[in-house]
Structure formats: C-alpha cells, structure tokens
C-alpha cells in the first residue's frame, strides 16, 4: 500500500471520500462537484492557514453530513451482524459509526486533498447502480480512485471507494467481522465511542 494511504486511518477505521446528492444528474457529474467543493475549501484564501482549520473542518464536515448513505455504510459494515441488532442498537451504531466517519473523511481531506488534479475516467451504469473511475494526480504518484454509487430516495449516493485497489467498505467489513467474532458487537461499540472520547 502506498504511503499517504496511512492516512485514511483512525483507530479501526478507514475512510473515503465519499459523494451522494439528490437530484437527476449523472454520478459521474455528481463526484465531480462534490469533489471540486471539497478542493475549494482547502484552497479558499479566507481559509488559508493553522487559524483557520477548525473552520475548513467545520466546513468540509458539512459536505460530508450531506453527502453519503451512512445507514447503509453502517449496516453493510456489519454484515450478518447487523441482522441481530435491535432497533435501538442499530440506531446507536449509526450514530457512533457517522461521527467517527465525519471525523476520519474530515482529516483525510485536510491533510490530502489540496490541489490535485482529478481526472475523470469512465462511467459505468449498472441498473441501480454505478461506478465512476478517476484517477487522482498527485506530485509524484497516479492514484486510480473508483467511487461505487447506488440509487436512494430519488437521487444517487455513494457506498463505496475503492483507492488503489482497496475497497473501503470492504476494509470495514473485515475489521468490524473480526471484532464482533472475536469479541463482541458490544465491545466494537464501546471501543468506537472511546475513540469519540478522545477526538480534538
């Protein structure tokens, strides 16, 4: 794995960029603004600076609130485990699994995208369901980014990114899988809220 991959993690978790918005545009048209609102955060001068991070944090933290389907992140990441949930518990770890994601993606984006340049690739429809391939250009590396989207509630969100070959969803199922069979759901979901603790 390349190195500024370290990056995408937080404790257990990997994160991603991740894209959703209502409306009929194309998916490929989707990542793209969501993409360039993120960059122009980072570059906004009137952001500029260690002063003002907490406020390009608050900002990109925005994007993301709106932008991704956590209930279904949240329960593919469990997989069969999710199945034995109560309501209630299902709720709480969403609610856990949205903050620390919004804390994660926040970070990456701080510290890893700036002024790259994306390029778009190709867009493939599948029914419900599209993949839009880029390619991130950075100083000295290509790194080849596929962004998985679904349809939901009359627009199209994302589910998954796969960076350099390395699904993220895919990431969060194996980890999540180990610990509830290792130990417990009960213990994952204390653990996650530790890491809440000691976020800045």
């Known amino acids: 794995m390349k190195p500024w991959l370290q990056g995408f993690s937080l404790g257990m978790l990997l994160v991603a960029l991740t894209v959703a918005s209502g409306g009929a545009a ?3 048209d989707l990542v793209k603004n969501i993409l360039e609102e993120v960059m122009a955060i980072q570059t906004n001068p009137a952001l500029e600076g260690e002063a003002h991070q907490a406020a390009r944090a608050a900002a990109i933290r925005r994007v993301i609130q709106r932008n991704f389907d956590f209930p279904y992140m949240a329960q593919a990441a469990l997989e069969g485990a999710y199945q034995g949930l109560s309501p209630g518990q299902r709720q709480e770890f969403t609610q856990v699994f949205s903050t620390l994601f919004q804390a994660s993606y926040t970070d990456l984006v701080l510290k890893f ?3 790259e340049t994306v390029k778009y690739d190709a867009e493939t429809l599948e ?3 599209a993949r839009v391939k880029t390619t991130l250009v950075r100083t000295n590396e290509t ?3 596929e962004y998985l989207l679904h349809q939901k509630g009359g627009g199209w969100l994302l589910y998954d990114v796969i960076v350099d070959g390395v699904s993220i969803l ?3 199922q194996r980890q999540f899988t180990q ?3 290792t130990k417990s759901f009960e213990f994952l979901l204390d653990r996650m809220k530790t890491q809440i603790k ?3």
Do not use: E, H
Request: charged fraction near 20%; glycine fraction near 10%; charge should be positive.
């Open 26 to 28: 194309a998916p490929q």
């Open 113 to 115: 995208l700036k002024k």
């Open 127 to 129: 029914g419900p369901r």
């Open 143 to 145: 790194i080849p980014v």
């Open 170 to 172: 895919g990431n969060y």
């Open 179 to 181: 610990v509830v069979r």
């Open 198 to 200: 000691a976020l800045p």
